[in-house]
T-cell receptor
């Protein structure tokens, strides 16, 4: 079982719709979760972090965490063509006294006008 | 603040040749990571430094890859000899603490022919 799993997509949504991106993880001890956006040919950039069960909102983005189900999601409201990118879910693993981020393979989002 | 600097941006080499990548993290960031991102996949952690010491190199192919972090600041990643499957983007990231997330450099795109 992969440590962090995401659907590769592409997820295609019309402009103005809500895009829903999902991620599951295997390590029950994980406490920190991140969503990164990666445009083609660019490096990942952090857009959201979440540490507690429930929802966290930042502008058009909402991260949702359910530790019991080992599930993290990202909602993008009022999707814009500029949101078209690959979204990477990252989960912290604490091992050997140090933190490290493990990434999923990413979900490609395409927002069409 | 200045971001994570990486060089070169692109490198094309023949298989069995050697190559080195350089990274300068954000000033004050004690933790530095090298990730390998193969096209269509998420970043895979190769090695993690805390100051100038290695804390995790479990995924580093040590028969051909090596890395060092001089004086706890700059870092170099070397591949010798390169194989075709080493073609990827090599990303350097640094952080001052997990709660702040990681900041990635622009990456080095390596093509082995």
């Amino acid at each position: 079982q992969k440590e962090v799993e995401q659907n590769s997509g592409p997820l295609s949504v019309p402009e103005g719709a809500i895009a829903s991106l999902n991620c599951t993880y295997s390590d029950r001890g994980s406490q920190s979760f991140f969503w990164y956006r990666q445009y083609s040919g660019k490096s990942p950039e952090l857009i959201m972090s979440i540490y507690s069960n429930g929802d966290k909102e930042d502008g058009r983005f909402t991260a949702q965490l359910n530790k019991a189900s080992q599930y993290v999601s990202l909602l993008i409201r009022d999707s814009q063509p500029s949101d078209s990118a690959t979204y990477l879910c990252a989960v912290n693993l604490f091992s050997g006294g140090y933190n490290k981020l493990i990434f999923g393979a990413g979900t490609r989002l395409a927002v069409h006008p | 603040e200045a971001g994570v600097a990486q060089s070169p941006r692109y490198k094309i080499i023949e298989k069995r040749q050697s190559v080195a990548f350089w990274c300068n993290p954000i000033s004050g960031h004690a933790t530095l990571y090298w990730y390998q991102q193969i096209l269509g996949q998420g970043p895979k952690l190769l090695i993690q430094f805390q100051n100038n010491g290695v804390v995790d190199d479990s995924q580093l192919p040590k028969d051909r890859f090596s890395a060092e972090r001089l004086k706890g600041v700059d870092s170099t990643l070397k591949i010798q000899p390169a194989k075709l499957e080493d073609s990827a983007v090599y990303l350097c990231a640094s952080t001052e603490g997990l709660s702040y997330g990681y900041t990635f450099g622009s990456g080095t795109r390596l093509t082995v022919v």
